[in-house]
């Protein structure tokens, strides 16, 4: 894993600007739409089970607990934010919605059987293996982990990565103070910390915003590459995303989409 750190201003309570910026992002704003477009749902239906039991891990405003909701799959949710739990329930009161952080899930051992966890695991400084350890806890012995994380591609290990490191070295070296932002995952790390924990990744594929013109990691990585609406490309942005995914998808994509099944513990070899 490659931490991330910024260099907020002084007294910043990232906990509560969180929960602000949750509580105004109400899930109305986004269809269904919204969630079927994205490259990863034909892979991820292809797993999901109706009848099954799944819950939605770090579910934030609700965007796939809803959806999943709505289409017809038995679906829970936890946060660790109780206003965010608050808007859920409030919005759609048939989903079951618990605080709870995701190291800690107040849910019977192997009592679900599939664990959604879409940018979830990036916020856990020092916690991944940890969390993959609870999920493998609750999950049935044939469960299924869906799980989407944030990608260390070639061209952010090549480019960006290497200018985040300068930019530590230089501000803590004047006395400025690093907090944990994100981590970002390789392929090989991912299979690594499932197996660890009890999971076989049985798909990975990589992942991005799925507008033509749009792009998450260049247009965060990169301000001169950015066009006028969030996370749109201006010309040049465009030219660089069509180049390195005429190359393959692996160069550029921001994140990788994982589904893990759940390996039989020891005794049951």
């Known amino acids: ?69 709505d289409e017809g799959y038995r679906v829970e949710g936890v946060d660790p934010s109780r206003r965010v739990a608050q808007a859920i329930s409030e919005y759609e009161p048939e989903i079951p919605v618990r605080v709870a952080r995701p190291t800690e899930l107040p849910y019977a051992d192997g009592s679900v059987d599939g664990i959604v966890a879409i940018g979830a695991l990036e916020s856990l400084e020092g916690r991944v293996p940890w969390a993959l350890n609870e999920w493998r806890r609750v999950l049935r012995e044939d469960g299924t982990l869906f799980f989407q994380v944030p990608y260390a591609s070639p061209l952010r290990r090549a480019t960006y990565l290497p200018l985040k490191q300068i930019e530590y070295a230089v501000k803590t070296e004047l006395g400025q103070k690093p907090v944990f932002s994100a981590y970002l995952f390789t392929p090989s790390e991912l299979a690594r910390l499932s197996r660890a924990a009890g999971f076989a990744i049985v798909e990975l594929s990589p992942h991005e915003l799925p507008d033509p013109d749009a792009h998450f990691g260049l247009y965060h990585d990169w301000p001169f590459l950015r066009g006028e609406r969030p996370y749109r490309l201006n010309a040049v942005g465009r030219a660089v995303k069509n180049l390195c995914q005429s190359i393959s998808p692996w160069v550029v994509s921001t994140g990788l989409f994982a589904i893990a099944k759940v390996l039989p513990r020891p005794e049951q070899r």
Request: charged content about 30%; some cysteine.
């Open 1 to 69: 894993m490659i931490p991330l750190y910024k260099f907020p201003r002084a007294g910043v309570d990232r906990e509560r600007i969180r929960e602000e910026s949750f509580a105004r992002q109400h899930i109305a704003k986004q269809g269904p739409e919204d969630f079927a477009r994205q490259d990863f749902w034909p892979l991820m239906k292809r797993y999901l089970r109706q009848g099954k039991t799944y819950l939605d891990v770090q579910c934030g405003t609700g965007g796939w607990v809803i959806f999943l909701h």
